[in-house]
């Protein structure tokens, strides 16, 4: 879930999601575009399939149009198409 916590409403958030570590078979990267988020909004990103097995990291990425980009990593279990985060 992207979340707007700013004051803002924002377009074109461009996001990625990239999966390292493990065998990942298919599913390993895929990216997007939110068209608007307004202030105080949310949206769940929807990625296609994984499949593969072992421990990986999940790194999300969020790019503000004339902002920083941010950036969150989670360490997770890959079974065949299940993630599960690691605390």
Do not use: Y
Not at 64 to 85: N, S, Y
Request: glycine content about 12%.
């Amino acid at each position: 879930e992207i979340l707007n916590k700013g004051t803002l409403d924002v377009t074109s958030l461009n996001w990625s999601i990239a999966l390292d570590g493990g065998l990942v078979l298919f599913g390993k990267t895929t990216a997007g575009t939110i068209v608007s988020l307004p202030a105080g909004g949310s949206t769940v990103i929807i990625d296609k399939p994984v499949l593969g097995f072992g421990r990986i990291l999940i790194t999300i990425t969020v790019e503000v149009p004339d902002g920083e980009p941010v950036t969150k990593t989670i360490p997770a279990l890959l079974l065949f198409f299940v993630v599960v985060e690691i605390p």
